[in-house]
């Protein structure tokens, strides 16, 4: 059964540094989305991505967030210049319609 | 604008024991519901939706959840709990077309005794 992937599973970093998050979503999915949960919290939406352009992004992803379909498989999240707050697992969805189909996860720890 | 409220954070049932859990939903068009089940140090898997069509839904792991819209909930439930249902439950709701955000509930931990 097809399914979403995402690398890596667990990413440690200091604060002020890039990160890019790395998922593979299912492969006749057009559409494609990023969430993230703060331990303890729920899963929130941060953005969507169709057609090569963000159709959908919320108050949470802000100027030091950007997202990339650098080639016809990988979908990246990337983090400018991380702070500790940003520590929290992020997860990549994929759909061809309304239903979205998750990945595993990375957990991101900012120190 | 769409919100979705789990009602109790936490619930504990016996093995054997039937399982309900809470969700009402606020929505302006008409829904598509999905409960999502993670369980420790995983992601988020399907457990089942609700499309427009039955308003009976079953899902996989012998849970089903019925949409009411006069009461607008979406209540999960399944006869009989068995160990391995330990694991935290998020009701959500979706925008009226693809692309658009999922909307979750906090979430509702389930715990089973034996």
């Known amino acids: 059964e097809p399914e979403v992937t995402q690398t890596p599973s667990h990413q440690v970093t200091q604060m002020g540094q890039e990160v890019i998050l790395r998922c593979v979503p299912i492969s006749n999915h057009l559409y494609f989305y990023w969430y993230r949960q703060i331990l303890g919290q729920k899963v929130e939406f941060l953005v969507s991505?169709?057609?090569?352009?963000?159709?959908?992004k919320s108050e949470i992803f802000d100027d030091q967030f950007s997202v990339e379909r650098p080639d016809g498989s990988n979908f990246t999240l990337k983090i400018r210049s991380t702070k500790l707050e940003d520590s929290a697992m992020y997860f990549c969805?994929?759909?061809?319609?309304?239903?979205?189909?998750f990945g595993p996860g990375t957990r991101l720890l900012v120190l | 604008a769409q919100s979705v409220t789990q009602l109790g954070s936490h619930v504990s049932v016996s093995e054997g024991a039937l399982v309900l859990l809470r969700c009402n939903y606020s929505?302006?068009?008409?829904?598509?519901l999905f409960w999502y089940v993670q369980y420790p140090n995983q992601g988020l898997q399907l457990l089942l939706k609700y499309t427009s069509a039955a308003t009976l839904v079953k899902g996989i792991n012998g849970f089903e959840a019925e949409f009411k819209k006069s009461e607008t909930s979406f209540h999960l439930t399944k006869p009989s709990a068995h160990m391995s249902d330990a694991a935290e439950y998020f009701c959500?709701?979706?925008?009226?077309?693809?692309?658009?955000?999922?909307?979750f509930g906090k979430g509702t931990t389930l715990s089973v005794s034996s």
């Open positions: 991505f169709y057609n090569n352009e963000i159709s959908e």
């Open positions: 959500a709701v979706s925008g009226n077309q693809a692309g658009t955000a999922l909307i």
């Open positions: 929505s302006s068009v008409p829904p598509y």
């Open positions: 969805a994929s759909s061809e319609g309304r239903t979205q189909y």
